[in-house]
């Protein structure tokens, strides 16, 4: 049944053959109307949104995976601020720097901090990664750890070439005036984003099939909270870096505009996808008493 | 939990014995006045069955009919307990509202 394909395989799994039954019954009594079939579509979604039909421990480990992914998306919306953010403190007057440069500063210490929690995670499950390899389970996740290495190995001669290029042009040209060189940058970028995503789900292949135990679950859990939490601070530091440069150096702000827009945009989205994570994680690796 | 939250009203139908998700349906709307939708009953069941608030009986064709379980029938107790005691509150105050 077509509805039906609104829900997750794994709620499906459990509860389609009955829900198919009884919308098949709600049909044949002429009971099945539109208002019916929305609320089948929505709840399905929802359902999606919530991983259901999970087991809670499979629920824990595809919402730490969630915040992975959005970490990702942060990753990359941090390297376009970057970008945008060049030379903003020679371009603002010394007298108002102080809350924009606390905010830059709170910015970058955040980004320190969920680095190295993102790094702890990985280092955490290193043993159960290196016991599954002994295991031979190196085969099962072979191909997509050789597409992220692909993509990588183009990537950095993509770089490479880019950056040779840059080198025999103006910064005039580098920055805009150049089309031909603005659109070869945003390729890079695209494939940038490919690069990282491929290792997202190369990681996330690898991770469903690491056996974690229930403890260290629960500290993936905590940190994959802590990680979101920094991602919330960053996107709260960018704004008020931005909102503060705008009413101040308007002259710096509105030419970068979309150039700041757009990575402030998908921090926000990240940041948003990884509390959704961490609520199914939470909901799981927690469950109300 | 309100009187129409679809947990109540599941575990208030499941409270006169097992059913299937029709007939879940029909009952509901025959003693509540509530038409649930076919995909926030089937939400509802399955965290209520998450919780172990009921559980799922043999299934007889494409159809598995559910029992409320002890925890689910506790945790009905207790949130009809809670709406009684604001039935009767209301009731009272209300009561005193007329002959004022």
């Known amino acids: 049944m077509t509805l039906l394909r609104a829900y997750p395989t794994a709620w499906r799994t459990r509860y389609g053959d009955e829900l198919a039954a009884l919308l098949e019954e709600l049909d044949e009594s002429g009971r099945m109307t539109w208002h019916a079939r929305l609320d089948v579509v929505r709840a399905g979604v929802f359902e999606r949104v919530r991983l259901g039909g999970l087991p809670p421990r499979e629920r824990a480990r595809e919402g730490t995976l969630l915040v992975v992914y959005a970490w990702m998306l942060f990753v990359l919306a941090g390297f376009g601020l970057q970008k945008a953010s060049e030379h903003w403190a020679a371009a603002t007057p010394a007298n108002h720097r102080g809350l924009p440069t606390a905010a830059f500063d709170t910015l970058v210490g955040a980004a320190g901090i969920g680095s190295a929690l993102v790094l702890l995670g990985v280092a955490l499950s290193l043993p159960t990664l290196l016991a599954f390899v002994r295991r031979g389970g190196r085969r099962e996740v072979h191909k997509p750890i050789v597409r992220a290495v692909a993509i990588s190995v183009l990537l950095v001669g993509a770089t490479a070439a880019l950056a040779a290029w840059a080198h025999e042009l103006t910064p005039a040209a580098r920055n805009g005036h150049d089309h031909l060189y603005s659109g070869a940058f945003v390729a890079w970028i695209l494939f940038f984003a490919a690069c990282l995503f491929a290792w997202a789900a190369a990681a996330a292949t690898t991770a469903r099939r690491l056996a974690f135990s229930d403890r260290l679950l629960r500290l993936e859990s905590i940190l994959a909270a802590a990680v979101c939490a920094s991602m919330a601070v960053m996107t709260a530091a960018t704004a008020v870096w931005w909102g503060v440069l705008a009413s101040t150096v308007p002259s710096f702000v509105s030419p970068a505009a979309p150039n700041i827009v757009v990575p402030t945009s998908l921090m926000l989205a990240a940041t948003l996808l990884g509390l959704l994570g961490v609520t199914c994680t939470r909901r799981a690796a927690f469950p109300s008493p | ?100």
């Open chain 2, 1 to 100: 939990m309100r009187e129409n939250d679809p947990p109540v009203l599941i575990l208030t139908s499941l409270a006169s014995g097992p059913k299937h998700g029709y007939a879940l349906l029909l009952d509901i709307e025959e003693f509540a006045g509530v038409r649930l939708g076919p995909g926030t009953l089937y939400g509802a069941i399955a965290r209520l069955e998450a919780r172990g608030l009921i559980e799922a009986l043999p299934a007889s064709g494409r159809t598995r009919p559910y029992r409320l379980t002890a925890p689910g029938s506790a945790s009905l107790e207790s949130t009809l307990a809670e709406l009684r005691a604001i039935v009767d509150e209301g009731t009272a105050r209300l009561r005193a509202w007329v002959a004022a």
